[in-house]
């Protein structure tokens, strides 16, 4: 059994997530339930839990204060809320998962599910979701990419490009080095700065600063500077060449 605790202010939906879990997560044993920031952290350390259900907004702080009362977490996190905010984009780049208010049963069993593929804790995970709220910056130097049974910070300078493979992403880095991740390009898409990363094709982003030509013709190619050459889709040319010029 995973033993877990819902941290969540709002008693209704403190109660309904109960009910969720218990009727329809069997494996997922609710031993504990706080609502706010104090009762949340008396609760990890008397209970030892693998799993928290954590809210973002909660009275005396937030889910990140719960966080940085631990030093390298031993707990797996599901965060709740119910705004779409900056601190979205930090769980995001850690590949924690996160559910929206009001919570869908498909994708509360789905989160779970995520969760208990990954053989290894979100430690590195939540170190980085620490460090990203601490900071306060919102164009992050480092994005932690995740497999189901690994993490890996890269530096997103060293992103030349991103390329779409079945389900997965590969990223393309300097000095001939790969990493892979289990998440979609698209998701990536949403959390690169656009005004350096660009999708030239529906398989490819590419980073402008890496680009040394793109070629003529209606089947122009992107040549990188790692000497990969990359398809620019017609409809996106004008554009990728204006936003290369902008970037000059």
């Known amino acids: 059994m995973i033993r877990s605790i819902i941290i969540e202010d709002e008693i209704n939906n403190r109660e309904l997530l109960y009910q969720m879990v218990t009727e329809y997560l069997t494996d997922i044993d609710v031993v504990d339930m706080a609502q706010d920031v104090i009762s949340g952290i008396k609760s990890i350390e008397n209970n030892d839990p693998d799993l928290i259900f954590l809210d973002i907004e909660m009275p005396g702080g937030t889910g990140f204060d719960v966080l940085m009362h631990f030093t390298n977490p031993k707990f797996k996190v599901i965060f709740i809320t119910g705004y779409e905010h900056y601190a979205l984009k930090a769980i995001k780049h850690s590949a924690i998962d996160y559910l929206l208010k009001p919570i869908n049963l498909e994708e509360l069993k789905d989160a779970v599910n995520k969760i208990k593929a990954m053989e290894v ?128």
């Not at 779409?164 to 880095?173: A, E, K, P």
């Open 121 to 248: 804790t979100h430690t590195a995970n939540i170190e980085f979701v620490k460090t990203y709220i601490q900071s306060g910056i919102e164009d992050m130097a480092h994005l932690l990419i995740s497999d189901y049974n690994t993490s890996d910070t890269v530096i997103i300078n060293e992103i030349i490009y991103l390329e779409s493979h079945d389900r997965y992403t590969i990223f393309h880095l300097s000095e001939d080095r790969k990493r892979i991740s289990s998440l979609s390009l698209n998701f990536f898409e949403t959390l690169l700065n656009p005004s350096t990363f660009f999708r030239i094709h529906r398989s490819a982003i590419v980073n402008c600063n890496a680009v040394k030509q793109v070629s003529d013709g209606r089947a122009a190619k992107a040549t990188m500077t790692n000497g990969h050459e990359i398809q620019v889709a017609y409809r996106r040319k004008s554009e990728f060449l204006a936003r290369l010029e902008r970037n000059k």
